[in-house]
């Protein structure tokens, strides 16, 4: 009995990151609310996150309110102003479309990991976003399109948005307003058929490292790994996209799509378990994963959408620092590791992904 319950909690922990399909929702998109850190406010001129990024992403003009029209961002993005702190979020989670030899793009499957693939990040309504990809494919998506991974600050400054509130639509939690209640798929695609999803929460990551006797399945939520967590065994470079503009430039650069870079295996996870967490099944389970703009009060004064539940979003982090950082939450958790747009997973190494890791770009 114990050993049955240990290994249903280790493949329960796989779960925690799941993508599927839902009923193909309207487009629509309603006016926004807004974002918050612990105290449901952000203190204006507070520096970027402690990954020390200097971006303040100003190479939209950090002029003031009277030149935002000058200013406008790309159709498919919103313009942030706090102060002179200006720059563009796209307006839905990202998505990817890859790219031939000659060019010509066709809509990459969003169940799929991008390893090996020349993709580019761009942001529409009524699809579903692109999961199963690492914050280092994000970055370079992001930068195949001429934009960037947005920062832990820009991130939530655009979820708190100018209301400057814990969720997007409010300071109180209410459930289904954004995709926060999804079917899980790991249950539907591995045969459970109830589990809660802790989410790599410190306490669960203690409760489930693995001890002298190993459950023959350890499968968890997002996959954590004992003493190293999910550290890489390499430093990541900076990338070419990471150096900051020239004050006041606008020129954007869109170079070719770059081939993502393959994924490293974080250090203590099984094979298997690393195979199934990024299983294209998990992001296919009807009632799991939502279409973009599908749930249109998931949004706030600025007018960008679901920051809140869906995907969990990767934001730019030091290069050096041997874990990444995805926020927001997915569409199983949107409270444990901090609630709203406080939310923020810190487990992971830069190369690491599974089915309900997801982006969004800036610029």
């Given at each position: ?317 030091d290069p050096e620092a041997p ?27 830069h190369d690491y992904h599974d ?9």
């Amino acid at each position: 009995m114990i050993a049955r319950r240990s290994a249903a909690v280790a493949l329960f922990g796989l779960l925690v990151v799941a993508c599927a399909s839902t009923s193909r929702p309207s487009p629509t998109v309603a006016a926004p609310s807004a974002w918050a850190t612990e105290t449901s406010s952000l203190p204006e001129g507070e520096p970027d996150d402690e990954e020390g990024e200097e971006d303040g992403d100003a190479d939209a003009g950090a002029t003031g309110p009277a030149t935002a029209a000058k200013d406008a961002c790309p159709p498919d993005m919103v313009l942030v102003a706090t102060g002179d702190n200006r720059f563009c979020i796209d307006r839905y989670e990202g998505s990817l479309v890859e790219v031939d030899g000659d060019g010509h793009e066709t809509a990459y499957p969003h169940y799929r990991p991008v390893d090996g693939h020349k993709v580019r990040a761009v942001s529409q309504p009524d699809v579903f976003p692109q999961g199963f990809i690492s914050e280092v494919q994000a970055e370079d998506a992001c930068g195949a399109s001429g934009k960037r991974l947005c920062t832990a600050t820009e991130w939530k400054t655009a979820c708190i948005g100018p209301e400057r509130t814990t969720f997007p639509y409010g300071n109180n939690r209410e459930a289904g307003v954004c995709h926060d209640t999804g079917r899980s798929a790991v249950a539907a695609v591995f045969g459970f058929q109830r589990l809660n999803d802790p989410v790599a929460s410190e306490a669960v990551r203690r409760a489930n490292a693995p001890r002298a006797a190993k459950p023959t399945v350890a499968l968890r939520q997002h996959h954590v790994t004992a003493k190293r967590a999910a550290e890489t065994s390499r430093t990541r470079p900076a990338r070419a996209t990471e150096k900051k503009p020239k004050a006041g430039s606008k020129k954007e650069t869109r170079g070719p799509a770059p081939k993502a870079r393959a994924s490293v295996k974080p250090v203590g996870i099984q094979d298997s378990v690393w195979s199934q967490l990024n299983d294209p099944r998990l992001g296919q389970v009807d009632g799991a994963l939502a279409r973009t703009g599908s749930h249109p009060q998931c949004t706030n004064g600025y007018g960008v959408v679901d920051m809140v539940g869906n995907l969990h979003e990767w934001v730019k982090t030091d290069p050096e620092a041997p874990r990444g950082v995805f926020a927001g939450g997915y569409y199983l958790d949107t409270k444990l590791n901090g609630d709203g747009c406080n939310y923020r997973t810190t487990a992971h190494a830069h190369d690491y992904h599974d089915y309900s890791t997801g982006f969004r770009c800036c610029k």
